[in-house]
């Protein structure tokens, strides 16, 4: 007996977890389920698209950037490895062929919206 009134509470406290979710979701307004990550890009809102767009490119801008940068980062680990010892002269071409294809994308599209931000963003 013991087993199925233990059985029986942890179902409907389950059960009931999932019901006060369901209320809370169907409560909640749409703004308050989308968070905002960046200050400068939640301010506008709608109500200043061109800010939003400028803002928004000068952000990816700086992502591509720091993407670029942490495959160069890459490499000096790779040119240490090899230095060492820990990796053969076939494994780091490869290796290093692939990061300079990485760091050539991440180049590209900084270099995309960056001209996007200097085109329509100047002020």
Not at 27 to 33: C, I, K, N, R, V
Not at 50 to 63: L, Q, R, T, Y
Not at 90 to 108: H, S, T, V
Request: hydrophobic letters at 40%; proline letters at 2%; charged letters at 25%.
């Amino acid at each position: 007996m013991t087993r199925k009134i233990t059985l029986f509470l942890v179902c409907s406290f389950e059960v009931s977890l999932i019901l006060f979710f369901v209320a809370c979701s169907a409560w909640a307004t749409e703004t308050d389920m989308v968070p905002s990550f960046n200050d400068d890009l939640s301010k506008y809102d709608d109500t200043n698209p061109e800010m939003f767009s400028c803002a928004f490119a000068k952000s990816k801008a700086i992502d591509a950037i720091v993407g670029a940068w942490f495959h160069e980062q890459t490499i000096n680990e790779l040119v240490e490895q090899k230095n060492k010892g820990e990796i053969g002269k076939g494994e780091f071409e490869r290796k290093n062929r692939d990061e300079q294809i990485e760091i050539a994308k991440w180049a590209e599209i900084s270099a995309n919206y960056s001209t996007f931000f200097a085109t329509f963003c100047k002020k």
